[in-house]
């Protein structure tokens, strides 16, 4: 299996962003990045996360969206591949809901959820879907090690408690996700931003792929 089109989940702090620009660079791939760095709402979120929740998500899905519509139609055949670069993000739409889900109070859920399916399903039809999504874990205590190590000042109000949430809903989507080939890889006892060897290995392991849910400790 060669993925065209790879995305990377999982979540704060488990490293997707670091190994989508390594497998970018060395696939030769275009990169697909998240738009967490240009959300004004994010740092005034972690401050006072009930007054900010639903302007973050928002802005989240909406930018989220349009980074989306300006990939190539979904329906491209190989022929119309062939010869075009790969590409690798570190995000899929699918996941913008279990953040909502986690921050937001009832009311502004169900306005989230009812913009969501109006702007998200048309999509579907309109842009690429993933070859492969890979999944990254890791136990909670190691995803507050890494946000600690990587210093941005506003993520390091996060707590135990919301990262415990936000990992029990990454599993349960995971759980039950069948619509595109799935990779998930244990990174509690490996840095893949540092740990050339281990990206080597996963790379290999994604070349075995022949579709379908596959598990990997690159350790």
């Known amino acids: 299996m060669k993925p065209f ?16 620009e390594q497998l970018s660079e060395r696939m030769g791939a275009d990169r697909l990045r998240d ?6 709402w994010l740092e005034a979120f972690y401050r006072e ?12 899905l909406v930018s989220r969206i349009e980074t989306l519509e300006r990939l190539a139609p979904a329906r491209e055949d190989s022929d119309t591949r062939r010869g075009k670069r790969p590409l690798v993000a570190d995000f899929m739409i699918e996941k913008d809901p279990l953040f909502a889900e986690l921050v937001l109070d009832e009311r502004e859920w169900l306005l989230y959820r009812a913009l969501y399916e109006r702007l998200v399903a048309p999509l579907g039809q309109t842009c690429l ?3 492969l999504v890979i999944y990254l874990q890791a136990s909670v205590e190691h995803l507050i090690q890494r946000v600690e190590k990587r210093g941005i000042e506003y993520e390091q109000r996060i707590d135990s408690a919301y990262l415990e949430g936000l990992s029990r809903l990454y599993e349960r989507f995971f759980h039950d996700h069948v619509a595109t080939p799935l990779l998930i890889v244990n990174t509690d006892k490996v840095d893949l931003s ?3 060897l281990a990206v080597e290995r996963l790379m290999d392991r994604i070349a075995s792929l022949e579709g379908g849910r596959h598990f990997f400790n690159p350790s």
């Open 5 to 20: 089109y790879l995305a990377i989940e999982g979540p704060i702090g488990v490293g997707k962003s670091s190994l989508a």
């Open 35 to 40: 738009t967490e760095a240009v959300n004004p």
């Open 49 to 60: 996360p009930a007054v900010n929740a639903l302007h973050t998500q928002l802005h989240f």
């Open 129 to 131: 879907q993933p070859d």
């Open 194 to 196: 540092t740990d050339v």
